[in-house]
């Protein structure tokens, strides 16, 4: 049988695997039993599973995080109009007497249709199809545009709701997309063209340009977290929780340019990651069903190859297979994520979602599982862009075949969910018992690009190393072998922290069937 017809089986709730091969039977768990408890009841299970610790959301874009209230709040501070018609924020100061169709954005308070209109315009929010708004797909990405214009100068603000969001879901890690500079960087194209695939020459003449440009980025990136901070009275008595929440970045670069705008955005990625510790890796990110993008998207696996043999420490999580028959054609179903993978090489896929509509699927799961290359799901967006949920999502094929997966919000303002509904959505989708939710929140840590060795010396099933097996959890050591391995590693100091808080988490669920762990004390991120 087939990796994907046993995927199909367990979406079934059956187990058709032989009795020969099934592992002998273990003792139950006391959460999993616990948590059967609450699963039936979607109220408590939405409060349990809020109060769970969550290793990590890798799959972020910053861009796309913000509710659009905060957005048309900004808008007001800074004095623009808002196009209810056209479901747009302008550009430029509101002038006293605003044209037709334009409204002061601080004048939504007093009209709340058109304050409604603008919020779904911005979101994916009641989203129902028209003539001139057809899928889901175009409406979502087409939100982007429509508030560009107040998100150019709010990056500290969105970095501030963004960690406040991930502290009120108990999130650990962020690491998010951002793309400091991009338009400078890409421009460099129009000065140092690529002729052909003249990766070398491009890269030796851009050479002189980047430095200014990484120095500038870094700014950005300093003035973005500092007003992050002042947001959140981070340092002070009066720190939010969100100051708590531990970030990095990934340079996410635009395909749908020509490849002379492209590949110096890959470059500059690379250079901007081993110039600055905050960023972590380099993804490529818009509709990978754009035609500029179908067009080049081998030539992009190629470009991101040649740079990984010359800096193969920069990791890449890349956007491949957010694809879903009759999007694209047929044959553009069939080699994205392998492409990503053996081409580029990928350490983490975004999306993945036409992985069985690839050449020998079932190669190329086996293959990532063990290269241990993992899935970003991203379950909320691929229904509203994809139309692609359950049964029909390929989330329990890569578990069947021993992929590893971790759940991810990919845009959750424009989306209207948090990594908590994510959760939910796994748990009552696919009746994933406790210790399935546990490792799905293990493994965004696991596989996370923040440095240092990891605590786990296996994750099938999870093995603490030999160093901190025998340790209480708890805070961490203060001497000994453990201590020394959370002393030099961020990841392992991440992780620990993680299991602490599920152990205290699980002693609730356990202590009151559930009950506890709705009702008790959660500690946050602060």
């Not at 002998?24 to 006391?30: L, S």
């Not at 003035?223 to 929440?245: I, K, N, S």
């Not at 989306?415 to 908590?420: G, P, Q």
């Not at 018992?433 to 696991?446: I, N, Q, T, V, W």
Request: proline share 7%; hydrophobic share 45%.
């Amino acid at each position: 049988m087939s990796r994907i017809a046993v995927a199909c089986a367990l979406a079934g709730g059956l187990a058709f695997l032989p009795w020969a091969v099934m592992p002998a039977a273990a003792a139950p768990d006391p959460a999993d039993m616990a948590f059967e408890h609450i699963r039936h009841d979607p109220d408590r299970l939405a409060v349990v599973l809020r109060a769970m610790p969550k290793g990590a959301d890798l799959h972020n874009h910053l861009a796309g995080a913000i509710y659009a209230e905060s957005l048309l709040d900004w808008a007001a501070r800074d004095g623009l109009c808002v196009a209810p018609g056209q479901g747009r924020v302008l550009s430029g100061p509101c002038a006293p007497a605003p044209a037709p169709g334009q409204v002061p954005a601080g004048d939504l308070a007093a009209r709340p249709d058109d304050r409604a209109r603008m919020i779904d315009a911005l979101s994916m929010r009641d989203f129902v199809p028209t003539a001139d708004d057809r899928s889901g797909h175009d409406h979502f990405f087409a939100t982007f545009a429509r508030f560009m214009p107040v998100e150019a100068t709010h990056g500290g603000d969105m970095l501030a709701e963004a960690v406040t969001h991930a502290a009120g879901d108990h999130v650990l890690y962020l690491e998010l997309m951002v793309s400091p500079q991009l338009l400078p960087v890409a421009r460099l194209g129009l000065k140092y063209p690529l002729h052909d695939e003249g990766f070398a020459a491009a890269d030796q003449a851009m050479a002189p340009a980047l430095p200014a440009l990484v120095a500038a980025a870094r700014q950005e990136v300093d003035a973005m977290e500092g007003r992050m901070r002042d947001v959140l009275r981070c340092g002070t008595a009066q720190a939010r929780p969100g100051c708590g929440v531990a970030v990095r970045y990934l340079y996410q670069t635009v395909r749908t340019m020509p490849p002379a705008m492209v590949f110096p955005q890959l470059d500059f990625g690379y250079a901007l990651v081993k110039a600055d510790p905050r960023f972590v890796g380099v993804n490529i990110v818009a509709p990978e069903d754009d035609a500029v993008a179908m067009r080049d998207y081998s030539l992009h696996m190629r470009m991101f190859g040649w740079l990984a043999r010359r800096d193969p420490q920069v990791k890449l999580s890349l956007h491949a297979g957010e694809l879903a028959p009759g999007l694209v054609p047929p044959e553009g179903l069939r080699g994205h994520i392998r492409e990503a993978v053996e081409v580029a090489g990928a350490r983490r896929i975004g999306h993945g979602v036409d992985i069985e509509h690839e050449d020998d699927p079932d190669g190329l799961m086996a293959e990532m599982a063990r290269r241990r290359v993992m899935v970003e799901i991203n379950l909320t967006s691929n229904d509203v862009i994809l139309g692609v949920a359950g049964a029909a999502h390929p989330f329990t094929a890569y578990r069947a075949a021993g992929v590893p997966v971790a759940l991810s919000t990919d845009d959750e303002g424009v989306s209207r969910i948090d990594l908590t509904r994510e959760y939910e959505r796994a748990a009552t989708t696919y009746a994933l018992e406790y210790g399935a939710l546990r490792d799905l929140s293990r493994a965004g840590l696991e596989y996370a690009f923040v440095p240092g060795d990891s605590l786990w010396r296996s994750t099938a099933p999870y093995r603490m190393v030999a160093a901190c097996a025998a340790v209480p959890a708890g805070p961490a050591p203060a001497r000994g072998a453990c201590h020394d391995l959370l002393a030099r590693s961020d990841k392992a100091r991440l992780q620990w922290e993680l299991e602490r808080r599920l152990h205290d988490f699980e002693i609730g669920l356990i202590g009151e069937g559930g009950r506890g762990a709705a009702t008790g004390r959660q500690e946050g991120n602060g």
